[in-house]
Nanobody
Framework: DVQLVESGGGSGLAGGSVRLSCAAS????????MAWFRQAPGKEREGVAA???????TYTYAVAGRFTISKDNVKNTLYLHMNNLKVEDTSMYYC?????????????????WGQGTQVTVS
């Protein structure tokens, strides 16, 4: 079975930094697409950042220049480095994976999902 387990969420101050991790089992981050999504109460789930097999990233406009997505193929772990946090970054963050995607920031493209980790910025 595929399991994606997020960690690293919590509370942070505006302008600060947080790093999220997503440990994968039963699925290889090196051979598939991986992404981070977020969903705030009452809002739709939105794509934040994605990374392809070769490590090339894609970011939504709201986080470009502030967030960095990366992966460690040996540890089979996905990361999201969140810098210069804003209050509007407050959300539940989910990692997701899929063997192949055409639209990297669209939730419907992804087969596997973690349980989410909360990030609160004040």
């Amino acid at each position: 079975d595929v399991q994606l387990v997020e960690s690293g969420g919590g509370s942070g101050l505006a302008g600060g930094s947080v790093r999220l991790s997503c440990a994968a089992s039963g699925y290889s981050v090196s051979t598939g697409y991986m992404a981070w999504f977020r969903q705030a109460p009452g809002k739709e789930r939105e794509g934040v950042a994605a990374i392809d097999r070769a490590g090339a990233p894609t970011y939504t406009y709201a986080v470009a220049g502030r967030f960095t997505i990366s992966k460690d193929n040996v540890k089979n772990t996905l990361y999201l480095h969140m810098n210069n946090l804003k209050v509007e970054d407050t959300s539940m963050y989910y990692c997701a994976g899929a063997p192949l995607v055409h639209s990297p920031l669209e939730p419907y493209e992804y087969n596997y999902w973690g349980q989410g980790t909360q990030v609160t910025v004040s």
